[in-house]
């Protein structure tokens, strides 16, 4: 940003009835970065002792209610979802109207429960920082992060300032002055094409699609599908941000259906499809359910082979019978899509370890996985099979020729080199 640049707006949420010298603080400590606080009043009951830029009174109203309708429900957890309604709905509209550059959030669980759904509304590449005592905990659901929230916890802090405090507020404030002036927005110049993998050790066809994509003027994302990637991969596609899609590592079904943590949520599989975007999907992975490389396996994994992929996370095979639930599961979750969808499947295997002589390799529950997927894929989905591994060279040819097919057919817009 140059020097003659306006100053970046920053929202700082939080309730200031019972937060009033943190968000004071966080508001000086941004003027002093440079930055242009804007207060946003989300309290209920009480009223803070300085005038808010946007007051209670205008998030009940962006809520289409009143504060005291939301005061007078008389249960706290309803009372905090409006608010949160509210303060959702109006920072759209301050971004929309080019009066927000950033936001930060202050809160416990409840300004946290709020926050998620702040940051949610506003598009990738907006700056959103959330303040919180639950940073990081399992209470929050994978599923409400937004791809590119950033989040630090209020340590030592949770009623009123002291030196800790005040050193975690000031990095955040400078981190979200910091990212308003100096981020780079994503580039909409070139179509988008999104692609999921795992890292490379496993999953390799991204090093062959991706260059050919950029040479065929698409900007190319890959998104790791272990959970968090995964979920910044569906909040993308439900905003219908993507041209096309290679969702070739859709693990992460496997992994919500055994109820891992390393999951991105049930809707996996099925927003790009909802979104109406051209979609080519293959089961990479999907043989497998990641845990926790730290903890014991659990009694249903006992006795199936398993991979320590590092000290965080491993993974675990599945049996036969269970590949073939996977498998059904799938075909219902593209069955739902309501664009062109083609589901490619490689014979010789899903990913790298389960080559013969690797750890996870199992002829037996791929040949199962296989026989169930040709019953599974509906009939609105072009079911291709290549005879390769999915990372061999042959299957990433093919994947390319049904993308170029589909945009020589108007399917899928032009790349702009």
């Known amino acids: 940003m140059s020097p003659a640049a306006p100053l970046p707006r920053i929202l700082v949420i939080g309730t200031g009835d019972t937060k009033c010298d943190e968000l004071q603080f966080m508001a000086s400590v941004i003027r002093e970065a440079g930055g242009q606080p804007a207060m946003m009043d989300v309290s209920i009951l009480g009223d803070p002792p300085y005038s808010p830029d946007y007051s209670k009174h205008d998030i009940a109203k962006a809520a289409s209610t009143t504060i005291e309708a939301i005061a007078e429900s008389g249960d706290e957890n309803s009372a905090m979802a409006a608010m949160a309604k509210g303060a959702s709905a109006l920072t759209r509209r301050l971004y929309d109207d080019g009066l927000v550059d950033g936001i930060i959030v202050l809160g416990g669980s409840m300004g946290t429960d709020l926050a998620l759904d702040v940051a949610a509304v506003l598009p990738l590449g907006v700056p959103k920082f959330v303040v919180s005592t639950i940073a990081y905990s399992h209470l929050i659901p994978p599923e409400r992060i937004a791809p590119d929230l950033m989040m630090i916890l209020w340590a030592g802090g949770l009623y009123g300032l002291n030196s800790i405090c005040r050193s975690v507020l000031s990095q955040a404030c400078g981190a979200v002055v910091g990212a308003a002036k100096h981020g780079t927005k994503p580039d909409r110049e070139r179509p988008l094409v999104g692609i999921t993998s795992l890292g490379s050790s496993c999953l390799k066809y991204m090093k062959y699609l991706r260059p050919e994509l950029e040479k065929r003027g698409y900007d190319v994302a890959v998104f790791h599908s272990t959970g968090m990637g995964g979920r910044a991969y569906e909040a993308i596609a439900a905003k219908g941000d993507f041209a096309a899609v290679f969702d070739f590592c859709i693990q992460e079904v496997s992994n919500h259906h055994y109820s891992s943590v390393v999951t991105s949520g049930p809707d996996r599989l099925e927003n790009a499809g909802r979104a109406g975007i051209p979609q080519l999907v293959a089961p990479g992975a999907v043989d497998m359910v990641d845990l926790q490389a730290w903890q014991e396996l659990p009694a249903i994994f006992a006795d199936r082979p398993y991979h320590a992929h590092n000290r965080l996370i491993g993974s675990v095979t599945t049996s036969p019978e269970g590949r073939r639930k996977v498998a059904r599961l799938i075909g219902e979750k593209l069955k739902r899509a309501d664009a062109k969808v083609a589901f ?60 170029d097919q589909w945009v020589a057919e108007g399917v899928i817009p032009e790349g702009r080199p």
């Open 344 to 403: 490619l499947l490689p014979t010789e295997g899903l990913q790298e370890w389960d080559k013969p002589e690797e750890p996870l390799h199992d002829p037996e529950g791929l040949d199962a996985f296989i026989d169930e997927m040709r019953r599974a894929v509906p009939p609105s989905v072009t079911l291709r099979e290549i005879d390769a591994h999915i990372n061999a060279p042959a299957f990433s040819a093919a994947a390319l020729a049904i993308f």
